[in-house]
Antibody, heavy 111, light 113 residues
Framework: QVQLKESGPGLVQPSQTLSLTCTVS????????VHWVRQPPGKGLEWMGR???????YYNSALKSRLSISRDTSKSQVFLKMNSLQTEDTAIYYC?????WGQGVMVTVSS | DIVMTQTPSSQAVSAGEKVTMSCKSS????????????LAWYQQKPGQSPKLLIS???TRESGVPDRFIGSGSGTDFTLTISSVQAEDLAVYYC?????????FGSGTKLEIK
């Protein structure tokens, strides 16, 4: 069945770069788009960006200068990189394909 | 960007009661070519990932109880729970996927009295 799983470091130092991986199964990245969404503790959902099935990307304008999304279709993986992290980037980071979401990965930005 | 406004921010109801929550978009989510509204409703229970309940404004996902009803078109949408159950305790979010960037409402927290 369709599954997505996020992985990455739980702790990142301020000003450093966050690197996350979303590993998918049950579908091809060349057939479906994958999105990244984050949720700060106790707050709402923020759509970050998308890797479209055709390889095109789109980013939330508020994050565009710091965010990059890429993929490796052979490994069924989508990558998120965000630089210049600050404490307000502390959140659960999810990857999602339409109605199917990963379990999320908690990322804390702290020294 | 399309702004999604959800009201109320929280609501407390007793089990068995009917509840409605609203989601308004800053521009129409109705695509004229296919007559579809690009609006989804999610349920997020404490400590869990969001779960898709309804897509295209009114199409329930497989396995979603029929007490969850999505309605509306254009810029005004409603999620109705016809008879709230204790397990419906959650935050409910609407999301527009009409245009990038996709955007979420701020959520309606449903509490059970």
């Amino acid at each position: 069945q369709v599954q997505l799983k996020e992985s990455g470091p739980g702790l990142v130092q301020p000003s450093q770069t966050l690197s996350l991986t979303c590993t998918v199964s049950g579908f091809s990245l060349m057939d479906y788009s994958v999105h990244w969404v984050r949720q700060p503790p106790g707050k709402g959902l923020e759509w970050m960006g998308r890797m479209k099935y055709d390889g095109d990307t789109y980013y939330n304008s508020a994050l565009k200068s710091r965010l990059s999304i890429s993929r490796d279709t052979s490994k069924s993986q989508v990558f998120l990189k965000m630089n210049s992290l600050q404490t307000e980037d502390t959140a659960i980071y999810y990857c999602t394909r339409g109605g199917v979401w990963g379990q999320g990965v908690m990322v804390t930005v702290s020294s | 960007d399309i702004v999604m406004t959800q009201t109320p921010s929280s609501q407390a109801v007793s089990a068995g009661e009917k509840v409605t929550m609203s989601c308004k978009s800053s521009q129409s989510l109705l695509y004229s070519e296919n007559k579809k509204n690009y609006l989804a409703w999610y349920q997020q229970k404490p400590g869990q990932s969001p779960k898709l309940l309804i897509s295209w404004a009114s199409t329930r996902e497989s396995g979603v109880p029929d007490r969850f009803i999505g309605s509306g078109s254009g810029t005004d949408f409603t999620l109705t729970i016809s008879s709230v159950q204790a397990e419906d305790l959650a935050v409910y979010y609407c999301e527009q996927y009409y245009d990038t960037p996709f955007t979420f409402g701020s959520g309606t927290k449903l509490e059970i009295k």
